[in-house]
């Protein structure tokens, strides 16, 4: 329940569309949670004074304010000089393009059990606040990796026992909440002049326990006189052993994990075939078209969709031919016969023209319910698309009910469409419903050529992986 509580939350928090409007995909956040190490106490100087104004922060009241030093607000009196900025900075070197997003949300003193949903920590709700807090962030920009450093409360023998597991189950958790499945994940070592040292072994097998993890070692730092805070020097150090972990792990995600969008064509649009294809080839991307024999509305409508030998033209192009119904009908107003009749009039023209069984199936209208999805399972489907405005994920989302974005270059759904493509992040899928370039028929959801090239232009330029819905099976375990 306390899950389901959390997603409910961050929904609540991301669901304006004009918040979503101003994401800049240069402004790159970090969010920062553990406890006082995090927070930072070194003393402040005068290099605490420098403000760089490509570094920003997400003050208590939720509004961003130029960065400077004390970072965090978790105990106002003593809270000072940490390893937020000087990672930042660094982050920075090499990238004349980006801002530094700073979201800090760690809590002195605080130990891993109460970073999980529902839990209190004083007055404070850490893990829930840190995924309200980093939804507000992510409003303007894109999340790009989370710094944790926590353990001198959990540096005994008993609890250093459970602690790789209860990390694990913490990031596992802030990558489903934050739906950022990939988000690089970097860990720092306590103190080693700490009067005990249990924790840091188990810290350094997280790299091997989870993907895109990371450590930021604390080897040779210093203590500010207590054997347990870093001073100052040592602080803006260790800040800048996360922004080489986090660099390095960064480079290590781009090469083997790219955003994956999903093509999706419904309606056998003729634009699909003089306009679309041609487009898809010269990018060297891949797609789905999702045929069916739409209804006419007059005689003269014929002309703007396909005939079976332009679809089966496609076929021969490579591109993957998928079911969307006979004549794209609301799959939940049937019954069984009617469903299996629709579907089996689609496979039937197929043979007739060459082109195999469909595997992947579209809802016309995106409209699915449960006897449609044990229909399809029946008749031999391993994909089908819905709707839902959000990515898939594989590991939750159901193959036949695959969520999708309607991409669209009108005023209601270019925006969004926008959003969605520049938001995605590696090793995310994004799967778009698509109608004609231009849909002439349909005009709310047309798309015109000049934007189409736009979109597949931008996802060239910056290494999107492009496939037919039939390829998302490598994805699935």
Not at 29 to 53: C, H, T, V, W
Not at 298 to 320: H, R
Not at 387 to 401: A, E, I, M, R
């Amino acid at each position: 329940m306390k899950r389901s509580l959390t997603a409910v939350l961050l929904m609540t928090v991301m669901l304006p569309i004009k918040a979503q409007q101003a994401v800049d995909s240069n402004f790159h956040l970090y969010l920062l949670i553990g406890q006082s190490n995090m927070a930072g106490r070194g003393p402040l100087d005068e290099d605490s004074k420098k403000i760089n104004e490509k570094i920003w922060m997400l003050d208590s009241l939720n509004n961003w304010v130029p960065a400077k030093n004390p970072v965090h607000f978790d105990k106002p009196d003593i809270a000072a000089v940490g390893p937020a900025i000087s990672f930042a900075n660094e982050m920075l070197q090499g990238n004349n393009k980006i801002k530094i997003g700073l979201i800090p949300c760690a809590w002195g003193g605080s130990p891993i059990k109460v970073w999980e949903p529902g839990a209190k920590y004083f007055a404070a709700h850490p893990y829930d606040d840190a995924i309200k807090r980093t939804a507000i962030a992510m409003q303007r920009g894109v999340l790009k990796g989370i710094l944790w450093h926590q353990g001198e409360s959990d540096n005994d023998t008993a609890k250093a026992t459970v602690y790789l597991e209860k990390l694990k189950a913490l990031i596992n958790r802030l990558r489903n909440d934050l739906q950022q499945p990939q988000v690089p994940f970097i860990a720092g070592e306590i103190g080693y002049f700490n009067k005990e040292d249990h924790i840091n072994a188990v810290i350094n097998q997280l790299p091997q326990a989870m993907p895109l993890t990371a450590v930021a070692s604390a080897k040779d730092l210093t203590d500010k006189g207590d054997h347990l805070h870093f001073n100052t020097a040592s602080a803006r150090e260790l800040g800048k052993r996360y922004a080489a972990a986090m660099k390095q792990l960064q480079q290590k995600g781009k090469g083997k994990l790219q955003p994956v969008v999903a093509l999706g064509f419904d309606d056998a649009e003729i634009s699909q075939y003089t306009i679309v294809a041609p487009l898809l080839k010269k990018f060297g991307f891949d797609a789905t078209f999702f045929v069916c024999e739409m209804p006419y509305k007059a005689p003269g409508d014929s002309v703007y969709y396909m005939k079976w030998p332009q679809i089966a033209a496609l076929y021969k192009q490579g591109f993957e031919i998928g079911n969307h119904t006979g004549h794209h009908k609301n799959m939940t107003k049937m019954n069984r016969e009617e469903m299996q009749k629709e579907i089996s009039y689609i496979e039937t023209k197929c043979k007739e023209n060459g082109i195999p069984k469909p595997i992947s199936f579209a809802y016309p209208g995106n409209r699915s319910d449960s006897l449609s999805q044990v229909v399809l399972k029946e008749m031999g489907y391993r994909f089908a698309r819905a709707g839902g405005s959000q990515y898939y994920d594989p590991q939750k989302d159901p193959p036949l009910v695959i969520p999708s974005y309607t991409m669209g270059s009108t005023e209601k759904l270019g925006e969004r469409t926008w959003t969605a493509i520049k938001n995605l992040q590696p090793g995310q899928i994004l799967a778009f419903t698509i109608h004609g370039v231009p849909d002439i028929a349909h005009p709310d959801y047309t798309t015109s050529e000049q934007v189409f090239t736009e979109f597949l232009q931008y996802m060239k330029e910056h290494q999107y992986k492009v496939i037919a819905v039939r390829d998302l099976q490598q994805y699935i375990q």
